[in-house]
């Protein structure tokens, strides 16, 4: 089987590679600058494009192709300096989805995988909102301009699959951590690791989590089981955690100790209206919770990995990487 891989130096299409690689299979990865050649996987045949619509121009090199998993996209921007975010996102995950998929009918490729958001669904209920699941089946309630660029991307290839050939598997994620993770979960890494006194003890919400190494295997999944043409799916690792309880947990998974005291969850929100940061404190007190059942019991599909495995992974990583940076301090 020959894979196009769009993202394919990045967060979870690095690691997605790898994993092709391992099954044998020939894998080309899409990359925007012939620099960043060093960042794919050895073994996998880059394609080097200033945006995806220069992907025609590079057929030749390409050759036949059985399936492609586009994982590029402009992703959440929780400072987003552009003049029309939504513009800005849709033209990147929305516009140039649409293109690559038409593109892919003209080269014969038979399956397209697309990596979506589970902020399609929404983004979750705040503390003093009644939490629900998500499920497939509810309507859908993108809350941002990421969200909505996501959604009508979906829309773009559904439409597309009903008028073509081509098979079409949309995938859900929730918020992803694993080796290499940045952002918030980086973040917490880093309070967590130090030891610090949180005052998060009082947490009782329910966050939907998913390890890079089962996304990746959900993806090769869906790469071949003829039952995944068409559908939709939300992904997850199946083990949902509070916020203090995934603090707890990678505390065990870095050796260090748990200091989580009780501080009123009411308070917190107030001091994240004050600070500006009240997007990040809902994710910390709000609940965001999917059921993931439909992918398991559709493609008889597993997580390889329990939530105890994946942290302890990312902690190895995390621990690794701020060794070898104190490393390269001293030896400047």
Same mark, same amino acid.
């Given at each position: 089987?020959?894979?196009?891989?769009?993202?394919?130096?990045? $967060? &979870?299409?690095?690691?997605?590679?790898?994993?092709?690689?391992?099954?044998?299979?020939?894998?080309?990865?899409?990359?925007?600058?012939?620099?960043?050649?060093?960042?794919?996987?050895?073994?996998?045949?880059?394609?080097?494009?200033?945006?995806?619509?220069?992907?025609?121009?590079?057929?030749?090199? !390409?050759?036949?192709?059985?399936?492609? &998993?586009?994982?590029?996209?402009?992703?959440?921007?929780?400072?987003?300096?552009?003049?029309?975010?939504?513009?800005?996102?849709?033209?990147?995950?929305?516009?140039?989805?649409?293109?690559?998929?038409?593109?892919?009918?003209?080269?014969?490729?038979?399956?397209?995988?697309?990596?979506?958001?589970?902020?399609?669904?929404?983004?979750?209920?705040?503390?003093?909102?009644?939490?629900? &699941? %998500?499920?497939?089946?509810?309507?859908?309630?993108?809350?941002?301009?990421?969200? @909505?660029?996501?959604?009508?991307?979906?829309?773009?290839?559904?439409? @597309?699959?009903?008028?073509?050939?081509?098979?079409?598997?949309?995938?859900?994620?929730?918020?992803? %951590?694993?080796?290499? +993770?940045?952002?918030? $979960?980086?973040?917490?890494?880093?309070?967590?690791?130090?030891?610090?006194?949180?005052?998060?003890?009082?947490?009782?919400?329910?966050?939907?989590?998913?390890?890079?190494?089962?996304?990746?295997?959900?993806?090769? &999944?869906?790469?071949?089981?003829?039952?995944?043409?068409?559908?939709?799916?939300? +992904?997850?690792?199946?083990?949902?955690?509070?916020?203090?309880?995934? !603090?707890?947990?990678?505390? !065990?998974?870095?050796?260090?100790?748990?200091?989580?005291?009780? $501080?009123?969850?009411?308070?917190?929100?107030?001091?994240?209206?004050?600070?500006?940061?009240?997007?990040?404190?809902?994710?910390?007190?709000?609940?965001?919770?999917?059921?993931?059942?439909?992918?398991?019991?559709?493609?008889?599909?597993?997580?390889? %990995?329990?939530?105890?495995?994946?942290?302890?992974?990312?902690?190895?990583? %995390?621990?690794?990487?701020?060794?070898?940076?104190?490393?390269?301090?001293?030896?400047?």
């Amino acid at each position: 089987m020959r894979v196009l891989v769009t993202g394919a130096n990045g $967060f &979870v299409g690095a690691a997605l590679c790898r994993t092709l690689l391992a099954e044998n299979l020939t894998v080309l990865g899409v990359l925007r600058s012939a620099s960043r050649n060093g960042d794919l996987p050895v073994g996998v045949q880059p394609v080097v494009v200033e945006s995806l619509n220069d992907l025609p121009a590079n057929e030749p090199t !390409i050759g036949p192709l059985d399936c492609v &998993v586009h994982l590029a996209a402009r992703v959440h921007q929780m400072q987003d300096k552009a003049a029309d975010p939504l513009a800005a996102f849709r033209e990147v995950n929305t516009q140039a989805t649409a293109s690559l998929a038409r593109w892919a009918v003209r080269q014969g490729v038979r399956r397209f995988v697309f990596l979506s958001s589970i902020k399609v669904n929404g983004e979750g209920q705040s503390r003093a909102e009644t939490p629900h &699941v %998500y499920t497939e089946q509810n309507p859908v309630a993108p809350g941002d301009p990421y969200g @909505i660029s996501k959604w009508e991307a979906e829309m773009e290839l559904q439409q @597309i699959a009903a008028e073509t050939a081509l098979e079409t598997v949309i995938l859900r994620p929730t918020l992803v %951590y694993g080796p290499e +993770v940045k952002a918030n $979960f980086r973040q917490l890494l880093r309070l967590t690791s130090a030891g610090l006194p949180l005052p998060l003890g009082r947490l009782n919400n329910v966050r939907s989590l998913i390890y890079l190494g089962n996304l990746v295997d959900a993806i090769r &999944v869906c790469l071949a089981h003829p039952q995944a043409a068409g559908e939709t799916f939300l +992904v997850s690792d199946g083990s949902d955690l509070s916020t203090s309880r995934l !603090i707890h947990e990678l505390a !065990i998974a870095l050796g260090c100790s748990t200091r989580l005291f009780p $501080f009123s969850p009411v308070w917190l929100e107030r001091l994240g209206r004050v600070s500006g940061k009240s997007s990040v404190m809902q994710r910390l007190l709000g609940t965001l919770h999917v059921d993931s059942r439909k992918i398991r019991q559709t493609l008889d599909w597993q997580p390889p %990995y329990t939530v105890q495995q994946g942290l302890r992974a990312t902690a190895d990583w %995390y621990q690794q990487f701020n060794s070898d940076l104190r490393l390269a301090r001293r030896a400047a």
